[in-house]
């Protein structure tokens, strides 16, 4: 944590503040959440080119993805030996594997024969062998058998080991770089590892994944889960429960590749006005939230508590039942608030400690107008410490809704009113006749930051 950053102060908001409502809290509050950071990133407009255009994608797919550390999947995935992941980005291919019981490798997922795909699927290998001829490699990528050696005499082995990309852990999760002069991970993640330290993701496990391919730009899909400026006009059905207008955003121009906000709940939307009644917060809530209390009914605020302390102490009282940690320690912000960090380019890890959302944004191929959203769900570990085995991703299919996935709760109806925009905004891009879009100083000033980042990128050769 840095003092420069805690020391600027935010922006005035609407309505009670996020720091205003740490103030209420009943424990410690832990130093991350009270850290804000409101650098100015800039206020141009961003270039509409740069979602509709074949040339800006072609850029960021040879100047900025093979640079990046990407989420590739999670160690969870991949517990034995021989176990790999098929991680596609663009036109890029990669291998995760278990190679040894303590050892993740990356390999580029092409032979180096006549070029065919290694692993088109993810699985359980003893060895990589491709089906064209069948050539072979070990786990560990050395070369294991030519088919016909007699017919190959230039092969070294030694030479022909299966080129690798760099790999990291962060919170149970396998990242990887084709970059070989990257900076390591953990300084790339900047402030989040500590951050997350007492949230520990790398002891939850993965109990829901559910994508779908989106007819839109990436970064359009992306934008759309990184701001809650857009909760009054397209969710309009939450404000009584969630804090949007005066969300905190945090954002430093001495961290490029990390963000956050924090969007708090249980509390009114400010546009409501500022005497919301805390019963008909809780009703709004019980009314149609999984994430706290699902399926309680006629709960009753005691009188002097308020609608977020009272629901606080519900999840509380929840999250330690299933898991058997003790929570007491938690503040009602941990227990609530949509806490979202963003690692750039696509990442999106929630924290605290309820059901934490993950949400990861690929490009489809090199379709610069399609994309592959994913939101999974991380929970703590159950109190049995019988980890059922990872989720495995749901594909929706096109005309399918996120809401028909009982298990996503009110982000079911909730994504499905996002989706009813991206295509549109994809849409209208191309129709436009403004060249560029205007983003608002303070609410989008984490899509601000990500465009810094990857202007960056693009402009270096
Ligand atoms: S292309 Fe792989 S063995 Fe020939
Ligand atoms: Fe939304």
Known sequence: MRSSTTQRQAPRVPGRSVQELLDAERVAIPPALRETAADD????DVKVECFTSQAF?????????????????????????GDHVVYEIGRYSLLIARSAPDRIQAFHNACLHRGRILRSQSGNVQSFRCPFHGFEWTLDGRLADVPCRWDFP?????????????????GGFVF??????????????????????????????????VAKVIEANWKVVLEAFVESHHVLATHPQIMPSTGDTNTQYDVSADRPHTNRMITAM???????GDDYPEQKIVDAMLGGS???????????????QTARSFMADLARGAQQAASGLDLSHATDSEMLDAIEYYVFPNFCPWGGYQRNIMYRFRPVGCDPERTLMEAMFLVLPPADGDRPPPSPMKLLETDE??????????????FDQDMSNLSMVQKGLRATRKPTVTLARYQESRIRHLHATLDRYVSNP
């Open 41 to 44: 990133v800039g206020c141009t």
């Open 57 to 81: 994608f072609d850029l960021e797919m040879e100047r900025m993805w093979p640079r990046v550390w990407q989420m590739a999947c999670r160690v969870e995935e991949i517990p034995r030996v």
């Open 154 to 170: 230039d092969i070294v082995d030694e030479e022909w080991s299966l080129p690798e990309a760099r790999v990291d852990t962060w």
């Open 176 to 209: 990887v770089n084709m970059d070989e002069d990257a900076e390591p991970l953990d300084a790339y993640l900047a402030e989040i590892p500590e951050h997350f330290r007492e949230w520990a993701l790398e002891d939850r496990h993965k109990v829901l994944h």
């Open 266 to 272: 249980a509390v009114a939307s400010p546009t409501l």
């Open 290 to 304: 999984s994430r706290v209390a699902a399926g309680r009914t006629g709960l009753v605020v005691p009188e002097g």
């Open 401 to 414: 809704k996120w809401s028909s996935v009982p298990e996503l709760g009110i982000l079911g109806p909730v």
